[in-house]
């Protein structure tokens, strides 16, 4: 699943003296804001800088390599906490142990778009950031692009493709013996669609769209891959 956020603050803590820690965690979290203002390409160490309330060495003495280590270390830390909130949705509402009745399947799933789908006003800068991503994939160093890639949005996929494979072993899905695609499919057809149509909740959609696209997402799911 990847290392969360509270794990990785307990191994600096034994590692990194605490004010050095205290400082590191600043600027991290004065770059997440932006960073998801400007994007990457605009964002100026000396603006992150003076965000953070340092000075441009102290910037690069936490992150030696400068704008894209921080960038980095900024999207890793935002895509650990919105990961993990996905997860746990996933686990509350699609439980591989017990599985709904056939007729609720498409009630659970709702929820679960529902619930993904939710994260974008709760995260906002999260989002934003996502959002710069992949208006400037060009611009963005191909390592940081695989870091966000493996913290977040990867994990989740594998998660939901295996809890899709549990609801084929209950007999209510047919992933066609590609449980990941139909993960793709249902990320695609429900949720994708209002942060596209929202664009990562910048304008966001009136409930009444918003509810339409996101049963008549999983409707379509469902009619692809319903048992």
Same mark, same amino acid.
């Given at each position: 699943?990847?290392?969360?956020?509270?794990?990785?603050?307990?191994?600096?803590?034994?590692?990194?003296?605490? !004010?050095?820690?205290?400082? &590191?965690?600043?600027?991290?979290?004065? *770059?997440?804001?932006?960073?998801?203002?400007?994007?990457?390409?605009? *964002?100026?160490?000396?603006? #992150?800088?003076?965000?953070?309330?340092?000075?441009?060495?102290? %910037? =690069?003495?936490?992150?030696?390599?400068?704008?894209?280590? #921080?960038?980095?270390? /900024?999207?890793?830390?935002?895509?650990?906490? /919105?990961?993990? *909130?996905?997860? *746990? !949705?996933?686990?509350?509402? #699609?439980?591989?142990?017990?599985?709904?009745?056939?007729d609720l399947l498409e009630r659970d799933l709702v929820a #679960?778009? =529902?619930?993904?789908?939710?994260?974008?006003?709760?995260?906002?800068?999260?989002?934003?950031? /996502?959002?710069?991503?992949?208006?400037?994939?060009?611009?963005?160093?191909?390592?940081?692009? +695989? +870091?966000? &890639?493996?913290?977040?949005?990867?994990?989740?996929?594998?998660?939901?493709?295996?809890?899709? +494979?549990? $609801?084929?072993?209950?007999? $209510?899905?047919?992933?066609?013996?590609?449980?990941?695609?139909?993960?793709?499919h249902f990320v695609a057809l429900s949720s994708a669609t209002?942060?596209?149509?929202?664009?990562?909740? %910048? /304008?966001?959609?009136?409930?009444?769209?918003?509810? !339409?696209?996101? &049963?008549?997402?999983?409707?379509?799911?469902?009619?692809? =891959?319903?048992?």
């Open positions: 699943m990847g290392v969360t956020n509270e794990a990785w603050i307990e191994r600096a803590r034994r590692e990194i003296p605490p !004010r050095k820690l205290e400082k &590191q965690l600043a600027v991290v979290r004065a *770059a997440c804001g932006v960073f998801g203002r400007e994007g990457y390409a605009r *964002a100026s160490v000396d603006a #992150l800088a003076a965000a953070a309330g340092v000075s441009t060495r102290t %910037v =690069y003495n936490h992150f030696p390599g400068g704008k894209a280590e #921080l960038f980095r270390t /900024v999207i890793t830390w935002t895509a650990n906490t /919105v990961r993990d *909130a996905q997860l *746990a !949705r996933l686990h509350a509402l #699609l439980d591989p142990e017990r599985p709904p009745h056939p #679960l778009a =529902y619930a993904f789908t939710d994260l974008i006003a709760e995260y906002p800068d999260h989002f934003a950031l /996502v959002r710069h991503i992949h208006a400037e994939a060009g611009h963005v160093p191909a390592d940081v692009m +695989a +870091a966000w &890639q493996q913290a977040g949005p990867a994990p989740v996929t594998d998660a939901l493709a295996e809890a899709l +494979a549990g $609801l084929a072993d209950a007999g $209510l899905l047919d992933v066609h013996g590609d449980a990941p695609l139909a993960a793709v209002i942060v596209q149509r929202s664009h990562y909740g %910048v /304008v966001p959609l009136p409930k009444e769209e918003s509810d !339409r696209l996101l &049963q008549g997402g999983v409707a379509a799911f469902l009619r692809a =891959y319903r048992a």
